[in-house]
């Protein structure tokens, strides 16, 4: 797989390298950012959790 890409870069030049990093690096970002949401929503469920079963 590294070789193709290697030849695939070797083959179309530069630009082809640079946009794949980008696209790793957008791809990356959105999945950090949902990593985060998801943190955040289990977060808080535990903490509604908490809050219940201090009631009950």
Same mark, same amino acid.
């Given at each position: =797989? &590294?070789?193709? &890409?290697?030849?695939?870069v070797? !083959?179309?030049?530069?630009? %082809?390298? *640079?946009?794949? =990093?980008?696209? %790793?690096?957008?791809?990356?970002?959105?999945? @950090? @950012?949902?990593?985060?949401? %998801? =943190? &955040? *929503?289990?977060?808080? !469920? %535990? @903490?509604?959790?908490?809050?219940?079963?201090?009631? @009950?």
């Amino acid at each position: =797989i &590294v070789a193709r &890409v290697l030849g695939t870069v070797a !083959i179309t030049g530069a630009p %082809f390298f *640079e946009h794949a =990093i980008l696209h %790793f690096k957008l791809t990356w970002k959105a999945d @950090s @950012s949902r990593k985060t949401q %998801f =943190i &955040v *929503e289990t977060k808080s !469920i %535990f @903490s509604h959790l908490r809050t219940q079963s201090k009631r @009950s």
